[in-house]
């Protein structure tokens, strides 16, 4: 078993990497859509609001239209694309959020502590929140029925109301509940970084003990969030985490191979 998530940033080919995606077996999918929702958004006036929380994780300030936009972007368009494109090529993809079944669940956080303009301060109105559970039952079934699920945030609170949670950590909470051999993270980078701005500085192996190292001291922005969800995967159990390129012909085949940066 293998779960496999692929980002939402420029430069990704869907047609590509569902190609190759459908060459595989016993996987679940799990898919962004950041880019289109950061256009979106703009296009309606609501543009996107970024913020550094104090301990320096970057997210999405996710108010109530703000979250009814990320419905449309990630429950809408992005996942029935991959899923259509997964039937055209003959995978019985089934898409879903995790509100639905109560899939993903998790707690709303009250309020954001958050460094701005050097300040710190606190935001209220937030539909964000922290995944503490995920339905192995409901996923098992389709599995065990030949469905391959396809999913996305938003998840659902104990409270009913839906919450932004994090694709990356989402995923690698997917993976551990579901005691996945592999977790891949693809998105439009080659891998971790040592300078985001030199693709050729890609760090192709990292073990699990000096995992907190890379998260202070080399990942940057979103890259932080992705080694988040890899220590939780590995720490639930799941093998081997393989951040790769989602940009290629072949991004799968080339992540399980050992393309990109390798943690476990």
Do not use: W
């Not at 080399?218 to 720490?235: D, F, H, I, P, T």
């Amino acid at each position: 078993m293998r779960v496999i998530k692929v980002g939402g940033g420029n430069g990704i080919d869907y047609e590509a990497f569902c190609q190759d995606l459908s060459k595989q077996q016993d996987f679940v999918l799990v898919h962004g859509g950041s880019s289109l929702l950061n256009e979106v958004s703009e296009q309606l006036g609501h543009p996107a609001r970024f913020v550094t929380s104090v301990s320096g994780h970057q997210s999405r300030f996710t108010d109530r239209r703000t979250l009814e936009l990320f419905n449309m972007v990630y429950a809408g368009h992005m996942n029935k694309m991959i899923v259509e494109m997964l039937q055209r090529l003959g995978v019985n993809a089934l898409g879903m959020t995790g509100i639905d079944g109560r899939l993903v669940e998790g707690e709303r956080k009250e309020a954001l502590k958050i460094i701005e303009k050097g300040k710190k301060q606190v935001l209220r109105g937030d539909h964000s929140g922290i995944i503490r559970t995920i339905n192995t039952r409901l996923l098992n079934l389709l599995l065990k029925n030949d469905y391959v699920p396809v999913l996305t945030p938003p998840a659902i609170s104990s409270k009913g109301v839906a919450i932004n949670v994090d694709g990356d950590r989402f995923a690698g909470k997917v993976a551990a509940a579901l005691q996945a051999d592999a977790l891949l993270l693809l998105s439009n980078v080659p891998g971790l970084l040592r300078d985001i701005a030199d693709e050729g500085s890609l760090i192709r192996r990292v073990s699990l003990d000096r995992i907190d190292e890379y998260i202070d001291h080399v990942a940057q922005g979103r890259m932080k969030k992705k080694l988040l969800g890899a220590k939780e995967a590995l720490n639930g159990g799941v093998r081997r985490v393989i951040l790769g390129d989602a940009r290629g012909s072949t991004p799968v085949t080339d992540a399980l191979a050992g393309e990109g940066t390798v943690i476990g």
